[in-house]
């Protein structure tokens, strides 16, 4: 015991002098139930078997590679593998269209070798191929010095958030995110010792923004920060919804009017299911609305990781940063310049996925039909998952209109709320710690992601194969109908 008080003291990191924000830091989408289902598939592995089902059906997180068997992109991967070991390219067979995008790529690298450095802000092919690729989504020009890559979607929000601060502790900066949110926002805003404004998205109105919610937020945080920027995730995670181009005009308004920074978080961009739908970038609601609009500041996000190619292990995004000034401009490409470039396969992905192949070229017919595949199988998962958690009792669930995720709000029995005061645990964690428990399924609490007061959700997956997505269902009805008994 001695010995290992002496251990203590000779500590020079400790719970008492570790950095304070990291506490304020949580993991929600690999949270507690998340760390529950892996010691659960560990017990089944080792033959354990307590339990009233025989695997873990991991349902919290979007990784269609991982948990859901989807088949890389063949385009993506032969681009990749060309960009790796170029003597791939001398075989027969290997697509000719392909391989002039690899010379192309290759060409723009230092030594026509992928592991070397790349520019700072990028391979300058890529950001090219970006930026035509914004230019034909929104019919307005993009700039490749505008255009940063960077190591998945999540390093350049922080990085952007980062700009931001004012290093106030006693009036610090405020970013104004959407409630519910990806958890990434509130954890990165913790960790900067920022504000957060959280605006309330309306469950009532296909989780809309609503300029009244907006102006109470903003009004009631001015006292505690100065709000400096806005989170705008479309289509929506956990929510699901994709913004109308009205609403988006409301918030670029609301935005301009209060000099806020607009961070415009788009990676799921290219998953749209619901037949009235239609994805609009905010940049090109801005440039559409003329001046002064089309001067505000903004940074736009898209990844690799998100999206119908699910490409999560490559960690590439790109984000579009407009309207900065000169000195500002330095002072960005100085900071990204530190972490001196991004990873060069992410950025060859990245350059697939947002560069595919064109109609006539050998690998279009492929591309297209394994591209058609996937949206289709989402587009009717999204459709199905929707209908049947909307046919349980006690349980309502939006149109899921975009991205991969459903968010049902579910009805806690009173009996449950008070019981969970006891355990020191949120409602819905432990609603879903049973589910899991007693179903294997593993999904994320909806207080992981925040949520307006008395209200109860998760956030489940629609990435799950067809025949699996109905049995999901139909054991969550099972157990929802016993949890109501039980609790009532």
């Known amino acids: 015991m001695i010995h290992k008080e002496q251990e203590k003291e000779n500590e020079s990191l400790t719970m008492d002098n570790l950095n304070p924000y990291i506490l304020g830091v949580s993991d929600a989408v690999r949270g507690p139930t998340v760390v529950r289902a892996v010691e659960i598939e560990q017990q089944l592995k080792n033959n354990f078997n307590q339990f009233p089902f025989n695997r873990v059906i991991r349902a ?13 992109i063949t385009y993506i991967r032969q681009f990749v593998a ?25 060409n723009a690298c230092s030594g026509k070798s992928l592991g070397s450095y790349t520019e700072s802000q990028g391979i300058v092919t890529v950001r090219e191929d970006i930026a035509n690729y914004i ?78 919610e907006l102006q109470r937020a903003f009004d009631e945080a001015k006292e505690y920060c100065i709000p400096r920027g806005i989170v705008i995730i479309n289509p929506g995670n956990p929510t699901g919804q994709v913004l109308s181009s009205e609403n988006i005009k409301m918030v670029i308004q609301f935005a301009y ?26 940049k090109k609601i801005m440039m559409d609305l003329g001046l002064p609009y089309n001067q505000m500041q903004m940074a736009s996000f898209h990844s690799a990781s998100k999206g119908w190619h699910g490409e999560c292990g490559s960690r590439g ?49 492929l591309y297209e039909k394994e591209r058609s595949d996937v949206l289709n199988r989402l587009k009717e998962k999204a459709n199905l998952i929707t209908d049947l958690f909307n046919s349980v009792e006690g349980v309502h669930c939006n149109r899921v209109m975009g991205s991969m995720y459903a968010f049902p709000r579910i009805d806690l029995p009173e009996k449950a709320i008070e019981y969970t005061k006891s355990l020191n645990m949120t409602p819905d964690t432990f609603y879903c710690f049973q589910l899991l428990e007693k179903t294997g399924i593993c999904v994320v609490p909806g207080s992981g992601f925040k949520q307006q007061p008395n209200t109860y959700h998760f956030r489940i997956t629609i990435l799950s194969p067809t025949d699996e997505i109905k049995q999901i269902v139909d054991q969550f009805r099972t157990f929802h109908k016993s949890f109501l008994r039980e609790w009532k």
């Open 60 to 72: 919290n997180i979007g990784d269609p590679h991982a948990s859901f068997n989807q088949s890389p």
């Open 317 to 365: 995004g790109y984000y579009e940063l407009i309207n900065l000034s000169k000195e500002v401009r330095i002072q960005v490409n100085k900071l990204v310049s530190a972490s001196i470039c991004s990873t060069a396969w992410g950025q060859v992905i990245m350059n697939a996925i947002i560069n595919p192949p064109k109609k006539g070229e050998p690998s279009y017919e």
């Open 257 to 282: 009017k209060h000099k806020l920074f607009i961070l415009a978080d788009e990676v799921y961009q290219e998953n749209i299911y619901f037949t009235d739908s239609k994805f609009y970038s905010f």
């Open 135 to 212: 230019e034909c989504r929104d019919d307005y020009p993009a700039n490749p010095n505008n255009i940063y890559l960077c190591n998945g979607a999540t390093e350049g929000i922080r990085l952007v958030l980062k700009l931001l601060m004012n290093n106030n502790q006693n009036k610090p900066s405020g970013i104004m995110i959407p409630i519910p949110q990806y958890s990434l926002y509130s954890d990165t805003l913790s960790l900067y010792g920022a504000y957060q404004i959280r605006y309330y998205l309306d469950e009532d109105n296909n989780w809309a923004l609503n300029l009244n």
């Open 82 to 106: 060309g960009c790796t070991y170029p003597p791939l390219m001398d075989m027969s067979d290997f697509p000719i269209d392909i391989k002039q995008r690899v010379e192309r790529l290759l």
